[in-house]
């Protein structure tokens, strides 16, 4: 048996640090460890880090040499501005005339509520003229004097003319002062936003810098000489020297670690992914096989920091049930955990005789129709998991799972007070949790425009069972529980790809500028570790905006997997066919390459067009992309330029806001090239032009065509 390097990936919680060890070629989970996070320690949570990764090599029989990517996610950037324990900021405001009035108006930042009757610790000196070293130093010694502990410099359209910003942080490395400036953060226009996220960035660096620093000298003297990276809030992981500069990326980083892990190990291309705890569940949008991000709200303003767009609900496996006039009226949203009662399905059931309903406020001010348990051997917590177990709907070896004749006997007192069935009893009490999750499941449906016919529902977390298959069952939707859930964000942060966004407010961009943000966002995450060859980019621009967007990703590691089974023409014809809601004998293949299979089928429509929907299988069996209508034309990389200029002339459609090309991708290789961010032709085309002039004239070339609403 081949031993294979590893991947690691270790979620720092509020309670526990998680570690999990992944085959870097096969992917396999080869164990997991779970140690208590070291938040009083000396060292921090950084020897937590490293507990966890000595007993989680020990029980797999490696050493520290055989560990090919190591990464961690954790909460501490979080927690801190939750706690509201972070450092006190000097703003040094830049400018003179009109300027100077923009940037001193910045020194209302200091309102910032971090906790309730606490403000953001915020100073703000001015200066006219940043190349006046003297004032400027002047104005740090000023600020430090105050009591600033981290300095950020702000200056209006410093993202076109840096360096009045530069030079002021110049003045601070000098003082030895942590410092930041607004340019590095976001290069978007829009001073008041763009200060906004630096200054929260800044008061949370000093602490991420002290964490940073004793993480990667624990590591080190570990043994690990693997490349050390560090979650980010939009699913992926950057490089340590990157957080260092931009800790805030941190921040909402948990629940991306979850989306990463269904994204990469369970391979979702279209639908939504459900991590539920014994409290709360998180709920995120995999569409097109990419995370669903968007500009977050921080101490409660928006800000230019991209996360993951998770969206929380208050029913987990630990909800309590709630009943009132004979019925089940909710769920939620206290648990067991908050109440402090242990869960009624996993007593001995000899503690459970002559159990009796009652009711409780499980906190002061709370409702008192939280339903519980009186038994002989104390009181019990009915909750969701307990619904689940008696119904049979947690899968043998979950993490959740019961005996199923205890949950049985847990219910049996609230179904006889009902005056139903175990069974009718156990389902109402999952439609009253389910009811508030479907919501927003529903509406996230709605907002990104999600493909029914395609969509999964993936759970995760501990209590993945209580809530994703009866939510499926209800929404009449594909559901699963990933595999391993319990550790999803670990395996999440294991399986990671380095990311890096690049956003530039850019009015009429040309195809050299939208080039050039694509070539930048490409650097930057070579310059993190990425394996160049294996760097994917994506670029949207909005015109409506003048932004150009380009995201890149990358793997530090070619990832050339050694899977024990690969899928046949069989089983990705019924993947496919499955995917498509029709027989396999009404699915054709469209085209194919080596790495990808296209398959479509057709929908005949009385009143309109008839619509081709396609679907791109990998040689797993695994549906990769969706399409619900596309055309699809095979060419060579030597003939693309023609025939995608074709293509896209026949596709471009016209109307009140100009013309719009039609959404292109393309199968090349081992990579599917997503371009469908570009409106404009002459620009798609460059991008579809640069993506290929490393490839062969003769290598195949697979082109899905959409044309836009």
């Known amino acids: ?250 921040v909402l980083s948990g629940p991306a670690a979850g989306v990463a892990g269904a994204l990469m190990q369970e391979r979702v291309s279209e639908g939504l992914f459900l991590e539920t705890g014994g409290t709360s569940t998180d709920i995120s949008v995999v569409r097109r096989g990419k995370v669903a991000v968007r500009q977050a709200t921080v101490l409660g303003r928006t800000s230019f920091l991209n996360a993951l767009d998770v969206r929380t609900v208050g029913v987990g496996g630990g909800s309590m049930v709630r009943i009132s006039g004979g019925k089940v009226t909710g769920a939620g949203p206290r648990s067991a955990h908050i109440a402090g009662l242990p869960y009624a399905c996993y007593a001995d059931p000899a503690d459970l005789r002559d159990a009796k309903v009652t009711t409780i406020r499980p906190m002061a001010g709370d409702p008192d129709d939280y339903a519980v348990v009186d038994a002989a051997g104390g009181r019990f917590a009915l909750t969701m998991t307990c619904a689940a177990n008696a119904l049979g709907r947690v899968p043998e070896g979950d993490f959740a799972r019961c005996d199923q004749a205890t949950a049985i006997a847990a219910l049996t007192p609230l179904a006889a007070m009902l005056g139903v069935d175990v069974a009718t009893a156990a389902t109402a009490l999952l439609d009253a949790g389910v009811k508030q999750v479907k919501a927003v499941v529903d509406t996230m449906i709605h907002d990104y425009r999600i493909d029914t016919d395609a969509a999964v529902l993936v759970g995760g977390g501990g209590g993945a069972a209580s809530v994703t298959p009866h939510l499926a069952a209800t929404a009449g939707l594909e559901g699963r529980i990933a595999a391993h859930s319990e550790v999803i964000s670990p395996i999440g942060v294991a399986l990671a790809l380095v990311r890096e966004q690049v956003e530039r407010t850019i009015p009429g961009a040309t195809q050299e500028q939208i080039l050039a943000v694509r070539a930048e966002a490409e650097r930057a995450v070579i310059a993190q570790g990425a394996a160049v060859d294996g760097v994917e980019v994506e670029v949207t621009v909005d015109p409506q905006t003048s932004t150009v967007k380009a995201v890149a990703t990358g793997a530090t590691e070619l990832r050339t997997q050694d899977r024990a089974h690969r899928a046949d023409d069989a089983e990705r014809l019924r993947a496919a066919a499955a995917s498509l809601k029709t027989e396999p004998d009404r699915v054709r293949v469209l085209a194919a390459t080596a790495a990808h299979t296209v398959y479509g089928s057709d929908v005949h429509r009385r009143f309109r067009a008839d619509r081709h929907p396609v679907r791109v299988v990998d040689g797993d069996g695994v549906v990769r992309l969706h399409s619900p209508d596309a055309r699809v034309e095979t060419t060579t990389a030597g003939q693309a330029q023609e025939v995608l200029a074709q293509l896209i002339r026949e596709g471009t459609s016209y109307g009140d806001g100009g013309e719009r090309a039609p959404a292109l991708r393309m199968l090349v290789g081992a990579r599917i090239v997503d371009l469908s961010g570009v409106l404009d032709p002459q620009p798609l085309l460059a991008l579809a032009r640069n993506e290929l002039h490393t490839r062969s004239s003769d290598e195949p070339l697979v082109a899905l065509v959409e044309v836009r609403s």
Do not use: W
């Open 1 to 250: 048996m081949t031993n294979h390097r590893i991947r690691v990936g270790i979620d720092v919680g509020g309670t526990f640090t998680d570690a999990v060890a992944v085959d870097a070629a096969t992917l396999e989970l080869l164990g997991q460890v779970k140690v208590p996070t070291s938040h009083h320690h000396e060292d921090g949570v950084a020897h937590g880090i490293v507990e966890a990764l000595d007993r989680l090599l020990r029980s797999v029989g490696r050493e520290a040499g055989d560990v090919a990517f190591l990464a961690h996610g954790t909460t501490q950037a979080t927690n801190a501005l939750l706690e509201g324990d972070v450092a006190t900021v000097g703003l040094l405001g830049i400018g003179t005339g009109p300027g100077a009035a923009l940037t001193r108006r910045l020194a209302s930042l200091g309102k910032l509520s971090l906790t309730p009757g606490k403000k953001l610790p915020l100073h703000y000196v001015h200066v006219a003229d940043p190349d006046d070293a003297p004032a400027v130093r002047s104005a740090v010694d000023k600020l430090t004097g105050q009591g600033a502990e981290v300095l950020v410099a702000s200056q209006p359209f410093s993202v076109d003319h840096p360096d009045g910003e530069r030079a002021v942080l110049a003045v601070a490395g000098d003082a030895g002062l942590p410092a930041t400036a607004t340019h590095q953060i976001t290069s978007l226009y829009g001073l008041s936003k763009r200060t906004r996220t630096a200054v929260i960035n800044a008061a949370i660096l000093p602490r991420m810098l002290a964490t940073a620093d004793l993480v990667d000298a624990s590591i080190s003297k570990a043994g690990v000489t693997a490349p050390l990276m560090v979650m980010r809030c939009d699913g992926g992981v950057m490089s340590l020297d990157e957080m260092r500069r931009r800790p805030l990326l941190t």
